[in-house]
Every structure is written in C-alpha cells, then in structure tokens.
C-alpha cells in the first residue's frame, strides 16, 4: 500500500524522496500520538507498580 507524501518544495509523491529536488519526503498523515506509547505506558506502569 502506498502512501501518500509531500515534498516541501514541491508537493504531493507518492515516493520517499522527492523526484523533483531529491529531498526526503514527509508523510501527510502525521500522527499526533503513537497507539503503541499508549499501550507501552499501560505496560510500564503494570510492570513496575508490582
Ligand atoms: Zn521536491
């Protein structure tokens, strides 16, 4: 599955690097949180309140 990048300079690519100016693109879906900190906190907090 593809998905969905932009490069800064130049927009939407579908590629990691952008084949215009080179530069490493960044994902438009960027996650404001990680599930799994959340579920890795639930975990550290169960292991380390025994
Ligand atoms: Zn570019």
């Given at each position: 599955?593809?998905?969905?990048r932009?490069?800064?300079?130049?927009g939407?690519?579908?590629?990691?690097?952008?084949?215009?100016?080179?530069?490493?693109?960044?994902?438009?879906?960027?996650?404001?949180?990680?599930?799994?900190?959340?579920?890795?906190?639930?975990?550290?907090?169960?292991?380390?309140?025994?």
């Open positions: 599955m593809k998905r969905l932009k490069c800064p300079r130049d939407y690519t579908l590629k990691e690097e952008c084949a215009e100016c080179g530069e490493p693109t960044k994902s438009v879906h960027p996650a404001p949180y990680s599930p799994h900190d959340k579920y890795a906190q639930y975990r550290r907090k169960e292991k380390y309140g025994k």
